[in-house]
């Protein structure tokens, strides 16, 4: 069974920093792409950023040159640096891989998620 747990959120002040952790298990977890989204109250659950499995990442452009994320394979744990953050990247982080699973008709994506871990940028 997969499983994704986050941790590392926390109250920050405008223009500080946070380091989100999310430890994976139940995967093999260096062949998996990663991810990262986030949801603000009232909003759509949002990507942030993406890592492959060959460490190649993507961000969203609302956080490219603040947030870095980064895996550790030997720890199976993916990670979120989060820099100068302002008010607007305030919600609930969550974790995120998807896999290929055998379904009644045929191959079907399954995404895996955490249980999230609330980010608060304060003003």
């Known amino acids: 069974q997969v499983q994704l747990v986050e941790s590392g959120g926390g109250l920050v002040q405008a223009g500080g920093s946070l380091r989100l952790s999310c430890a994976a298990s139940?995967?093999?977890?260096?062949?998996?792409?990663m991810g990262w989204f986030r949801q603000a109250p009232g909003k759509q659950r949002e990507l942030v950023a993406t890592i492959t499995s060959g460490g190649t990442t993507n961000y969203a452009s609302s956080v490219k040159g603040r947030f870095t994320v980064s895996r550790d394979n030997a720890k199976n744990t993916v990670y979120l640096q989060m820099n100068n953050l302002k008010p607007e990247d305030a919600g609930v982080y969550y974790c995120?891989?998807?896999?290929?699973?055998?379904?009644?008709?045929?191959?079907?994506?399954?995404?895996?998620w955490g249980q999230g871990t609330q980010v608060t940028v304060s003003s």
């Open positions: 995120n891989t998807r896999t290929v699973v055998a379904g009644p008709i045929g191959p079907y994506h399954y995404d895996y």
């Open positions: 139940g995967l093999t977890f260096s062949r998996y792409t």
